[in-house]
């Protein structure tokens, strides 16, 4: 039996765990698959010690990932400078970023949402915005916008995207005169504490999609606000964590899973049992 884990911090309440074990069994494959708490200090011993043959790779972490692959990453990986999935071989880590992916398809296929010609707004620049920037530039959206409390952060995410027409970075008190977008997605883990940033409500519009990558008690101050902005739709995290779960097992495995029987169990489950990944 092949050994598997999703390495971050905080990491006790990760949903993974539970998603994969649904993934395996639905493809008849003996595997484990734990949850493993380590912090920038600690990851790379860790991982090191782990044993395991594959790792999904979380907050705050998915930079680092990157690093200890030492340049052997995919070409989406490479463009977004960081790691979601590990995969060990005779010659060490190999790393692939599958976010962008699984946030696409879960706004394109799960929610029916047309991504072309959309105005963006990416809040934060850290690895979860990294890893969904250039999936979103590749969808077709017409311009993506980035904010952040630091601005160098931005600009670094938006010159790595190779998209000089359409990716912009922004800073945070320049939100106030960037008018309305069509799709708004929260990166950042500000509201992991309960509290969002002040956002100006003209950002959003009876047309506008509001999107936070966390999911569960972590994406609830910025969904309410979205609502309270009076946005179209508003949509937590957890079809994208399922969706960049399948694809990082279909690299493990060399099979995709079926998602929608998982996504179906775990929305059905208490938010109470339910926090950002």
Same mark, same amino acid.
């Given at each position: ?12 309440? @990760? ?27 600690? #990851? ?5 010690? @782990? ?97 952040? &409390? ?10 790595? @995207? ?18 309305? #977008? ?9 509201? =992991? ?33 979205? =609502? ?45 049992? &339910?926090?950002?990944?």
């Amino acid at each position: 039996m092949k050994h598997y884990a999703v390495f971050g911090s905080p990491i006790a309440h @990760s949903q993974s765990p539970r998603i994969h074990a649904a993934f395996a069994k639905q493809a008849g494959i003996a595997m484990d698959y734990v949850a493993i708490e380590a912090d920038l200090d600690h #990851f790379a011993g860790a991982l090191a010690a @782990s044993g395991v043959a594959g790792a999904n790779i979380t907050l705050p972490l998915k930079e680092a990932a990157f690093a200890l692959c030492n340049g052997r990453v995919s070409a989406r990986a490479q463009r977004a400078g960081a790691v979601n999935t590990l995969l060990r071989d005779a010659h060490g880590w190999r790393g692939d970023n599958t976010d962008g992916l699984g946030l696409v398809r879960d706004l394109t296929e799960r929610h029916g949402l047309d991504l072309r010609q959309r105005r963006v707004l990416l809040l934060g620049a850290g690895g979860a915005a990294r890893g969904v920037a250039p999936a979103l530039l590749d969808a077709g959206i017409h311009s993506l916008y980035v904010v952040n &409390r630091s601005p160098a952060r931005a600009e670094a995410l938006v010159d790595a @995207s190779g998209e000089p027409d359409r990716a912009h970075a922004r800073a945070w008190d320049a939100l106030p005169t960037m008018g309305e #977008f069509d799709l708004l997605i929260n990166a950042t883990s500000a509201s =992991r504490g309960g509290s969002l940033p002040a956002l100006p409500m003209a950002l959003a519009g009876p047309r506008s999609t509001a999107v936070d990558l966390s999911y569960g008690e972590a994406a609830v101050p910025f969904l309410a606000w979205a =609502r309270a902005a009076g946005c179209q739709h508003a949509i937590d995290g957890l079809g994208m964590l399922v969706e960049q779960a399948a694809e990082s097992f279909a690299l493990w495995h060399g099979q995709r899973p079926e998602t929608d029987a998982v996504f179906a169990d775990l929305s059905g489950r208490s938010d109470a049992l &339910r926090t950002a990944d």
